[in-house]
């Protein structure tokens, strides 16, 4: 059974940092285009960041540029957001998202509290 397995999230002062990391079983990774999505409270999901299943042409939203980074792990079936810079508006509930022209699968989401 395919499914996507979320870990990292947490409670994190303002500037500091998160990893946040989604582990995939069940089909083929590599060949999924992967993405991070969130959804804070009385707020629509919206896109954090993407890559695609080949090449390292990444896509990240205009709030989270210069602070999160998406990459892959295809040898471990995984793939992370780090979150550095952190700030209140980021506390949401973070989701991972791998999809293909066939398929689309999601986390179960993990929670990400910025606070002082």
């Known amino acids: 059974q395919a499914q996507l397995v979320e870990s990292g999230g947490g409670l994190v002062q303002p500037g500091g940092s998160l990893r946040l990391s989604c582990a995939a079983s069940?089909?083929?990774?590599?060949?999924?285009?992967i993405s991070w999505h969130r959804q804070a409270p009385g707020k629509e999901r919206e896109l954090v960041a993407a890559i695609p299943s080949v090449g390292s042409n990444t896509n990240y939203a205009d709030s989270v540029k210069g602070r999160f980074t998406i990459f892959r792990d295809n040898a471990k079936n995984t793939m992370y957001l780090q979150m550095n810079s952190l700030k209140l508006q980021d506390t949401a509930v973070y989701y991972c998202?791998?999809?293909?022209?066939?398929?689309?699968?999601w986390g179960q989401g993990t929670q990400v509290t910025v606070s002082s």
């Open positions: 998202n791998a999809n293909s022209p066939s398929r689309a699968y």
């Open positions: 069940g089909f083929t990774f590599s060949r999924y285009t």
